[in-house]
């Protein structure tokens, strides 16, 4: 069962995101800011992350480098849920963004693509793939038949 990280400040949102997780299947844990969510990365290991970036203590950019930067937690898939900050997201490469609102759909769709991926073992051979591209930032939109909107679900 993969575990998913949530790094997020609002708490009905990270309650939401991980009950949903949890009902997928996944394991799922939470950290309500990015100080916490690097503690936890670091303690669990976990298969991908979930990280908002509006965020006290550190916000998601700040996390996303320090883990990089971390031989432990460098090659573990990292997606931005963002409301505001989406150029600053992408502008770091990471592997996925989630503009919010967003759907349940577009978030599974988003975490399936990550977990589908073939494990990168060694950080020092990771290469970073740039997501960025409108098509990643709007899978529901091109799907509207099977989208469950829960706007709410990533509302800030």
Excluded: W
């Amino acid at each position: 069962m993969p575990k998913i990280l949530v790094i997020e400040d609002n708490k009905f949102l990270r309650e939401t995101v991980i009950e949903l997780l949890q009902l997928h299947g996944f394991e799922a844990v939470g950290a309500e800011n990015g100080q916490v969510g690097i503690q936890l990365a670091i303690a669990q290991i976990p298969d991908l992350i979930l990280s908002d970036v509006m965020m006290p203590e550190l916000n998601g950019l700040e996390v996303f480098a320090i883990l990089r930067s971390h031989p432990a937690t460098a090659s573990i898939p990292f997606i931005f849920m963002t409301g505001s900050e989406i150029e600053k997201a992408i502008e770091l490469k990471a592997d996925g963004y989630l503009k919010k609102p967003c759907s349940a759909t577009e978030m599974f769709r988003a975490i399936a693509t990550q977990l589908e991926k073939p494990k990168i073992t060694n950080p020092k051979h990771q290469k970073v793939q740039d997501n960025s591209g409108k098509e990643n930032l709007s899978l529901g939109a091109r799907n509207q038949k099977y989208r469950l909107e829960m706007a709410s679900l990533c509302s800030q």
